[in-house]
């Protein structure tokens, strides 16, 4: 008796409306961490897993923890062996290659190392003339 018969009927009619309005930015939400997240990483696991399984011996690869190497050997589906100096082999998960660099591929410094010493002879008179002053 305290409530009035008004009061009653509004509160237990549910809108469908309002509940899908209420759900809609949740949505949206997941919408966005989809294409801002959880796609580019799908995609960024798709290529590393195909330059994985690509590399071959004579590649120079790099490992996730830095070291450089050349492929001597691939062992299985998961290994491979590559040497990182003269006679020193090393076994390396496939897994945990971060790069790979084919055989005739320079590295970024070597090119410009190169251009800088070819430019060091042609002018190397007037660098002996800046030392000497």
Do not use: C, W
């Not at 469908?16 to 990483?41: D, E, G, V």
């Amino acid at each position: 008796m305290f409530i009035t018969p008004a009061f009653a009927q509004a509160a237990g009619s549910g809108d469908a409306n309002s509940l899908l309005m209420s759900l809609l930015p949740f949505a949206l939400i997941f919408i966005i961490m989809y294409f801002l997240i959880i796609r580019p990483q799908q995609k960024k696991a798709k290529e590393h897993a195909e330059l994985v399984k690509n590399i071959r011996r004579g590649d120079t690869v790099i490992t996730s923890s830095g070291l450089v190497g050349k492929v001597t050997k691939v062992v299985d589906d998961e290994q491979i062996e590559f040497e990182i100096a003269d006679g020193v082999r090393v076994r390396q998960m496939r897994q945990m290659i971060s790069i790979v660099r084919a055989k005739g591929e320079p590295a970024k410094g070597e090119a410009a190392k190169g251009a800088a010493k070819a430019d060091g002879a042609k002018g190397n008179g007037s660098r002996d003339d800046t030392a000497a002053s």
